[in-house]
C-alpha cells in the first residue's frame, strides 16, 4: 500500500533539505520574515516597501528553510493488544500500515528508525533510502506478537533511538496504561503521532450479534472515544481507522482534512 504524503512538524530537523518547514530563515518558499540587505542577495529577494521606509538601507525578504527530520515508527506488538476472540490478530493490519508509512517516510527524505515490541525487542538503527527500507521490511517480516514490558520503558527512550524532539509515529490499537507514557513522550519534546486500528470494530465483526456483546461494543467505544480525546488534549495526533478497509483508503480522508497547529506539528 502506498501513501501519497505525510506532512510532519517536529520541533527539531536535519540539516538537509527536504519537505519540513523548519524554524530557521534561508532558502525556501514560504516567507519568514525580512532582514536587512547582505551582499550578493538578489533583486527579487529585496522588500522594496520595506526599503521606501529607511533611506539608508535595503531590506531584502527571508524565507522558511524546508529540511528533513528524524522519524521513529514503533509498532506494538502486545498480545493482549492484538489478540482477539477465534485466535485472531490485528497485528498484521499494523505490520502492513508500518511498511507503507516507512516508504512514504524514506521516499520524503527522512531518516527512519522501527522499534518493533512484542514478545522480545526489536530495534531497527535510523538510515536513509532504499537500503534502509529494505532492512525495515526485514525487519516487518520477522516481527512477532508477544508479551513483554518494553511498552513501560518508552518514556525512558535513549535520544540514541530516537533524537528528543523528533517525530515518533506509533502504530498500536492502544489501551489505557499507554495514555501516560505517550503523555510523558510528549512533554519530553517528541511529536507523536499514533495511527490505531480499531479494536472495537475489530472483534465486533467476529462476534455474534446478541444483546450482551452490543451493549459491551458500547461500552468499550465509549471508553476507547475518552481515551483519544484524552490524547488529542494532549497535543497527540490520533488517527484511528476500521481494519475492514485497506490502510490507505481508509486514512486518505483523514491526511486531507487533518490539520494540527503550527506548534503542535502533526499530519495535514
Not at 233 to 260: N, S, T, Y
Amino acid at each position: 500500500m502506498r501513501l501519497r504524503y505525510v506532512a510532519i512538524r517536529p520541533r527539531r530537523t536535519r540539516v538537509y533539505a527536504g519537505s519540513i518547514p523548519a524554524r530557521a530563515g534561508g532558502a525556501g518558499t514560504e516567507f519568514f520574515g525580512v532582514r536587512e540587505y547582505q551582499p550578493g542577495d538578489p533583486t527579487r529577494v529585496i522588500n522594496w516597501r520595506a526599503s521606501a521606509r529607511h533611506a539608508e538601507a535595503l531590506y531584502s525578504n527571508e524565507f522558511q528553510q524546508e529540511r528533513v527530520a528524524d522519524v521513529g515508527i514503533v509498532l506494538d506488538g502486545r498480545q493482549r493488544t492484538n489478540l482477539f476472540g477465534g485466535g485472531r490478530f490485528l497485528f498484521e493490519h499494523s505490520v502492513l500500515a508500518a511498511a507503507a508509512l516507512s516508504e512514504t517516510f524514506l521516499n520524503q527524505g527522512h531518516r527512519l528508525g522501527l522499534l518493533v515490541y512484542g514478545s522480545y525487542l526489536a530495534w531497527c538503527l535510523p538510515g536513509y533510502g532504499k537500503l534502509q527500507r529494505e532492512r525495515v521490511l526485514h525487519a516487518l517480516a520477522r516481527a512477532q506478537v508477544g508479551e513483554s514490558s518494553v511498552f513501560a520503558g518508552l518514556e525512558h527512550l535513549s535520544p540514541r533511538m530516537f533524537p528528543v524532539e523528533s517525530q515518533i509515529v506509533l502504530i498500536s490499537p492502544l489501551t489505557g496504561e499507554d495514555l501516560k507514557v505517550l503523555v510523558q513522550l510528549r512533554a519530553r519534546g517528541y511529536q507523536v503521532l499514533v495511527f490505531s486500528p480499531d479494536p472495537v470494530a475489530f472483534e465486533r465483526s467476529i462476534l455474534q450479534p446478541t444483546p450482551a456483546v452490543e451493549l459491551a461494543a458500547r461500552v468499550a467505544r465509549l471508553e476507547r472515544d475518552l481515551l483519544i480525546r484524552r490524547l488529542q488534549r494532549a497535543g497527540i495526533q490520533v488517527i484511528a481507522w476500521d481494519v475492514a478497509r485497506p490502510f490507505d483508503q481508509a486514512v486518505r480522508p483523514a491526511l486531507r482534512r487533518f490539520q494540527v497547529p503550527q506548534h503542535l506539528g502533526g499530519i495535514i
